[in-house]
């Protein structure tokens, strides 16, 4: 377990400024909100939170697609598999990473978020579980993305992760069968953020949310299989 | 016997995923390492060293073949743990020294003072104690090579796979890396050494192997390798070159081959004659030599790729 730690900490820590820059963004964005009067504007304020809140899943995307390249491009990923590590804890260490990533962000939206639409009289445990929702999606769209990245390049990675998550989504909503958003159920988390508002901020309902855990294990497995067959050492330019 | 790392019939093709074309990097490679020797390993670039030990290693897995690294299947991560690995192009994260080498040594499952001990240790090995709080992306070519020797020495290994280690180190520091290494010996270790270096490998090296093109071409202890056959050469002062037949003078000194058995005859003669010995060593080739004899066709090999 240590060494999956030790890998997950370590890619936070690479991927730190982004994450600063995030912070930062969230940071100004609530000041602003409780600077221009939360409880005036409260329908502006949320859908300000909502879609700040949706960045982050964009930026799981590309954490995921990008982080096994850049440690093949920089040849860095040897000094690391050449210890006791096996290819299945790098993986999970990225996993966590990602998670970990999205986990500081949605926990310092979670915070703001509790400040400014608490004040406009949105709940803040409801803030909570949104958040919650968020950091899953994150989860599960970073290792699909992880899971593609193991055999294509970056950007044909993001692109397939896009597509994995779109079209389930799309096939649900066009044959009006939500079995379909299931299937990866990232679009299904974030609609859960997109749909809430302050007349029914919702209950939380926990089946996507633990059908997605499990989906990121399957998913994490296939990636492990995939993985296992890669030559690391083989260029990637 | 006993072997630490083992390369059975291994066969490694790289194909272009596009075209149909394919490279065969190694081919039908069969080489045993034994415990406790500094085996140097060989080849002029593109033989498919590098190759061999991303096999050993577990970052590739084989076209056909097998292979045991410590007594385990290549690839298995435990046995890694044994193992101390330098790449030829060392990559770090950027962080201090100190931190980076604790952190890959945590890796491997140190902790606690163990690890902060080993840490302080392995730096001053390498002589970068003084440099430990600096941080590594702004460290010279040399100083990173000395850190990815200290990661790789960090769990003190049973066997070093060392790939191309005083590349790109100062005199002193290939001296100190020498004493490493042969302390390492002394110690029980094993080391595999993948080196262009050839005078390094020469001193060092207790057996070695020269790549070719993906396959071994020659393999033998370094002494015996080294021997040309049963001559010795003399070298005298104080007489004259045509008392012996292809004897060649140069700065005041003649210099001769006689057969090995013919040895006392010779020396008596010289002094006879008045003369004096200054040296009698047996016929040796450099390991240059070596490498250029059994990698002749490599310079026509390469023109013709380019070509």
């Not at chain 1, 926990?107 to 929702?133: D, I, Y």
């Not at chain 2, 006993?2 to 074309?21: A, M, P």
């Not at chain 2, 990815?148 to 290994?157: I, K």
């Not at chain 2, 057996?207 to 002494?223: M, Q």
Request: glycine share 8%; net charge positive.
């Amino acid at each position: 377990m240590k060494p999956v730690l030790l890998i997950a900490v370590n890619f936070v820590r690479e991927q730190r400024w982004a994450i600063l820059v995030l912070l930062l963004w969230v940071l100004v964005l609530a000041f602003l909100g409780l600077a221009t009067g939360a409880g005036q504007q409260r329908e502006d304020l949320l859908f300000v939170f909502k879609q700040v809140a949706l960045y982050v899943v964009a930026f799981s995307v590309f954490f995921g697609s990008s982080a096994i390249f850049n440690d093949r491009r920089s040849r860095r990923i040897l000094s690391v598999l050449s210890k006791s590590v096996g290819r299945r804890q790098y993986l999970s260490g990225l996993v966590l990473g990602i998670s970990m990533a999205c986990g500081i962000y949605g926990f310092a939206l979670g915070l703001t978020g509790s400040w400014t639409l608490g004040e406009a009289g949105f709940p803040a445990s409801q803030v909570w579980f949104l958040m919650l929702c968020l950091v899953v999606a994150c989860t599960l769209a970073g290792s699909v993305a992880l899971m593609f990245s193991t055999f294509m390049n970056p950007f044909f990675a993001a692109g397939a992760t896009a597509a994995a998550m779109a079209l389930p989504a799309m096939i649900g909503y066009t044959t009006r069968s939500p079995t379909w958003e299931y299937v990866i159920p990232v679009y299904q988390l974030a609609a859960t953020v997109l749909r809430s508002s302050f007349d029914s901020p919702g209950t939380p309902v926990w089946s996507p949310i633990l059908w997605a855990i499990a989906e990121t294990v399957a998913i994490w497995l296939l990636s492990v299989r995939i993985f296992s067959y890669v030559d690391i050492a083989v260029s990637v330019e | 016997m006993d072997f630490v790392l083992q390369f059975e019939n291994i066969c490694k093709e790289y194909r272009s995923f596009w075209s149909r074309r394919h490279f065969r990097a190694l081919d039908n490679f069969n080489l045993q390492v034994e415990k406790g020797e500094i085996f140097g390993f060989l080849g002029p670039n593109g033989a498919g060293k590098t190759t061999a030990i991303h096999l050993a290693m577990g970052f590739m897995r084989p076209s056909s073949g097998s292979g045991r690294l410590l007594g385990e299947r290549f690839g298995h991560s435990g046995t890694r743990r044994r193992v101390g690995f330098l790449p030829e192009n060392v990559a770090l994260y950027p962080r201090r020294a100190e931190t980076l080498v604790r952190f890959y040594g945590a890796l491997n499952g140190m902790k606690g003072t163990q690890l902060d001990r080993r840490a302080g240790q392995v730096l001053e090995m390498v002589g970068l104690q003084d440099d430990c709080k600096r941080n590594v992306s702004r460290f010279s070519r040399g100083m990173l090579q000395r850190v990815g020797l200290a990661q790789a020495l960090m769990n003190d290994p049973e066997l070093l796979i060392l790939d191309e280690p005083t590349s790109a180190l100062d005199p002193l520091a290939r001296v100190t890396v020498r004493e490493l290494l042969l302390a390492a010996r002394a110690a029980g270790k094993t080391i595999f050494l993948s080196s262009h270096l050839l005078s390094e490998v020469e001193m060092v090296c207790d057996r070695v192997a020269v790549l070719h093109r993906g396959k071994l071409v020659r393999l033998g202890k370094t002494t015996e390798l080294l021997q040309v056959g049963e001559r010795a050469e003399i070298a005298a002062r104080g007489i004259d070159a045509r008392s012996f037949p292809g004897a060649v003078a140069e700065d005041g000194r003649v210099r001769f081959y006689v057969p090995a058995r013919e040895q006392r005859a010779a020396m008596e003669r010289v002094w006879s004659l008045g003369g004096e010995i200054i040296s009698v060593n047996p016929e040796r080739r450099s390991l240059e030599e070596i490498f250029l004899e059994v990698t002749a066709d490599s310079g026509a090999h390469r023109a013709e790729h380019m070509s």
